[in-house]
């Protein structure tokens, strides 16, 4: 990829996986194309120097011989190059060049092409997407509109309006403007920002179910200084410190995102202090991006949240070119997949049972078919741990274990499953002390009123593979049946029956644990707040306890 940056890599396509983009190889070379075509104090941009093209070849030579490496067909890599090298001075000598020294030619993306492939990019980062999209590289910024429906991909008919605002063109624009805002110059490329945002927007013309969809209108962001306002407004999040550190599938509320006085404030001072992937360079970033926003803020449609996607160029490029039924699936169930014991329909179904019965609760969706199967498909996964490893590892499989390169997956998601996971191996009385602050603020990225739900669900999972070590075959040795009951203070509590095909007797140590576990879930002490109800758990029709 020849963005602004240099990015160099690998992406596994085969069909098990294409879904969520697995990446064998990522690097980037420390070049940045627009800052060599605008040196300080150039008044005009100048021919990508001799220095920087001799620097771009040698990095792509060296990904030469790393393809060879990993025995990547000559004929299987792309070279793309988006605004930097589309408005270049010297942009075809600069391509021939690299022909020349490496043999592969330069692909190079009309603005509205970038746009459009951007937007797959976006789409390729969550299962759903429905709404505004907006791509910020160095030199422009991309908007349209984008739908996701049955695999298919509909935004704006010319793909998106790019407008040469990207992170490093407006700090270029601020500096001719002059640092005070109420300066003739500023107000005048503020009102040029602004006018050109407005009718960017109107040209897209955004349909109208998406600005009236239930919960509002939402806008996806990705690029690199959208990428950093993301990582900024994390280490300003009111869960301290923030549990996920992946950008994409992070969900902030509109008016945190429009809250550019706090960001700016996090990187002002005589040094700016380490935050998490704000490198100095995005730190520098940071007053033009604040520009940007307040400028939207002041020409968008009502939005109520802004999702922040990791996919641009180099994602949307692979998922543009998947089949609609790979694009269709959905990433977290297409991210466990690998790590499935056969066979799982039987466990799914015992769980779907459950999940989408009793334990369906105000918001039905929460326990959908995706996160259920994905849940079944890693629940073995730490099985073979130690048992002082298998809970914590099972709670970190969403943000540095197993599962947390998987592309396309939302934070709510990942706390869900990881929370899942934890109940399934014991829960939180079976993790270490270094564990349990981690799980706490998991817990707060759960939907409201869910985290009962989980617990619950989490806990006679762990009853189940007690039963199923190694998942249901033929023979199903348990069969579930829960329902509601009014207690006599009124109050509802939950009656699960655990129907076992062998005698009751002959059923181990650590099965007996699982099943107190579940009814445990009943004690107020392990609610979240008044967000709980009184289990009571029978085997067989007959009531289980301790003794």
Known sequence: MLCNGIRCSITDLSPATARILPTVYLSRAAISLYDAQYPPNATAPVPIPKETIKSVINALLHFKLTCADFGVPEHHVRVVATEATRKAINSAEFRAEILDKTGWNVELLEKEVEGRVGAHGVASSFADVKGLVMDLGGGSTQITWVRTQDGRIDMYEKGSVSLPYGAAALMKGLQTAGASRQSEAF?????QVIGDLTAAVKTIDIPRD???QEGGL????????????????MSQHHITPYPIPIINGFRTSVESFHNTQTVKAAVNGEETPDIFRVSQRRAGQVPAVAFLVDCLAKTLPSVTNVYFCQGGVREGTHFSNLDASQRLEDPLVTATKPYAQHPIQGIVELLLEVAQGSLSGPRET????????????AMYVHAAFPKDLSAGAALRSTTTGFFAAAHGISHEQRALLAILLCE???GFGSISPTEQDFYHRMMQLLPDGTFWRCLVFGRIAGVLAKVHPAGVGSEKRVKLDTRWETTKKGNEKLCIDFGFTQKIDELDEALHGALLKVGKAGKKKHW???????VQVTVNGKEYSEE
Do not use: D
């Open 366 to 377: 929460i326990f959908s078919l995706a996160l259920v199967t994905a849940f079944a498909q």
């Open 424 to 426: 399934r191996y014991g």
């Open 218 to 233: 939402s806008l996806y962001v990705s690029g690199g200084g959208f990428r950093g306002w993301g990582f900024l407004l």
């Open 210 to 212: 998406l600005i009236e």
């Open 528 to 534: 979240q707040g008044a967000e709980g109800h009184k």
């Open 187 to 191: 107000a005048i490329f503020e009102k």
